[in-house]
Each structure stands twice: as C-alpha cells, then as structure tokens.
DNA sequence: AATGTGCGCAACCGCCTTACC
DNA sequence: CGGTAAGGCGGTTGCGCACAT
C-alpha cells in the first residue's frame, strides 16, 4: 500500500514512514512547532525533507485528523463544491474538519468520480425534458445549476465567510426571522462592507424565493445548497483568509 | 495453490504563489 | 523590481491487498 523506503543520492530517506519516525516528527512538531519546514528534520532527527515532513504532518500526524470511510454529509460537501469550482480540493478540506485536502481527492477519484458522472447525466436527461419551462417555481430546487448569478468561487467563498463566526449574524439577532437578515446583520469589516454591496449587489438583500409562499435569504439559501451542517459550519475557521479574499474580489 | 488484475491510498513530483531581501 | 526560498496545491505514481481466474 506504501512505497518500499530508500534513500536518494543525497541520503534523503523516501517511502513509507516508519513508527519511530512518525514519534519523531509528533515529539518534535509538538514541542516546538513548525515555523520552518525546511530546517526541521535536521533538528527532530530525521532523513526526510521538509515537504516529506509537512505532508506526513498534514495528512496524518497532525491532531484531530481522521480517518475511515466518510459520512454521507461529508459526501455532499465535496460534490457540491466539485461541481461549483473543480478540483479544489484545499477548499473542500477546509469544509471538512479533520480531512485533509489527499484524502478527499483521493475520496474523490476512487468513489465519487464516477458516481457524480452518472447523476449528471441523469440531472441533464431531466433538464431537457424541462427546457420549454426554464422559470417553473420547480427550478428553484436545482440550486447548483441557478445559483450562478455570481461566480462559482465567489459563491463559495461568501459561503465560508458567511459560515465564519466574525461575519456570521450576532447571537442578537440570529434568532430573528430569516426575511430581517440583511448585509447590516453580518460584522463585516466597515472598509468593506460598501464594496461587497457594490460588487454583490441585492445578493446580500435581496430575499431567495425558493419555493412558492416561503421566503428566506439569500446567504441561508447557499447554506441549505450546500447541505453544510451548523457543526460543520462552526468548525470553519477561515475567517482572516476569508475576509482578504473578499476584500480582494472587490478592488 | 498460483497467477493475474484492479483498487485504494500514502507518498512523491513539479508547478505556482507568497514572502522576504 | 527582480531573485530566491519556502510553503502550498493538484496531478501522478508505486505498492500492498483483495478478489477473480
């Protein structure tokens, strides 16, 4: 299952871990941290690389890092954000508390890949059968496909920040009715809140209409899009790279 | 029992981005 | 502003295992 373990022609180890180097690298990272990759394993004692370090790190070593089959929640998170922005898989694991970005694209090539492939091309049957009725109330239940109305890593991104706790409405009034949220609800930074209004437009504004009589944001509109639950969404912790980008997008 | 084949996944590789000088 | 180093990301590979023949 793992490579043999050998050595380049620098006496660099490469291969399988063993247990006393895994002990090694935990001892080490946990004690003093990782400011430098490069110059760790010559201070914890090890054959390796630095990048062979970081990844063992970040894939295995690291704590609360899991492993096993994924739930179906877990699932979904990656196919909806697969089918918004592709192999991004740095973002997905960023929605997966505990998975790191190899093992969803691992997850990804041996068991979603050509399940999605097949369910997308029963989606498109369906949708052509639709094609004289593109504004049916019924549309409103594809979100993937009618959502687009700003790009697909922007939506996702306004998703994470929505989801973060430094914009997501205050305790004040997260309890008040869906139809009062507006952008004034969020804590977002005051040099750029006009700007993501410019940008953005009614998206912060204006109510989703998903269904006939019942009306709710748009933010919690992406939220039931992408199936995320309120544990996952707590655990995001994006919220400083979240912000820049959004600061980014809108300069 | 021996051999072949496909799958799953840890690890590697190369490129890109960012930070620093 | 250009060069360099380091970190991060996504594609790919290699190998052990399970199952089929």
């Known amino acids: 299952m793992v490579r043999a373990p050998s050595f380049d022609k620098n006496g660099i180890k490469k291969g399988a871990w063993s247990e006393d180097e895994d002990n090694k690298l935990r001892a080490y990272i946990q004690r003093y941290g990782h400011p430098n990759w490069r110059e760790l ?3 914890a004692g090890l054959s390796r ?7 063992r790190w970040m894939n295995y070593l690291r704590p609360n890092v899991k492993h096993g089959s994924f739930t179906k929640e877990e699932e979904d998170v990656i196919i909806r954000v697969h089918n918004k ?9 960023a929605l997966l508390p505990g998975r790191s970005d190899n093992e969803i694209k691992n997850y990804w090539h041996t068991h979603l890949k050509d399940r999605v492939r ?15 009725e593109p504004h049916d109330a ?25 989801l973060s706790s430094d914009l997501a409405p205050s ?5 008040s009715s869906p139809t009062s949220l507006s952008v004034s609800d969020y804590e977002v930074p005051c040099d750029v809140t006009p700007q993501i209004s410019d940008t953005f437009g009614n998206l912060w504004m204006e109510p989703y209409l998903p269904d ?22 707590s655990q995001a912790s994006l919220q400083d790279e979240i912000i820049d980008d959004l600061f980014l997008w809108s300069t």
């Open 41 to 43: 394993p010559k201070f």
């Open 118 to 132: 097949k369910e997308q091309i029963v989606i498109k049957n369906e949708q052509s059968e639709n094609l004289y």
């Open 171 to 175: 305790s004040s009034t997260s309890e």
């Open 49 to 55: 690389c630095g990048k062979s370090c970081r990844l």
């Open 212 to 233: 006939e009589g019942s009306i709710i944001s748009s933010s919690d509109y992406m939220f039931s899009s992408f199936g995320l639950s309120d544990e996952v969404i």
């Open 85 to 93: 922005l592709g192999n991004k898989w740095s973002k997905m694991a």
């Open 138 to 162: 019924n549309a409103n239940r594809w979100p993937i496909e009618n959502s687009n109305f700003i790009n697909a890593e922007q939506e996702v991104e306004i998703l994470l920040a929505v």
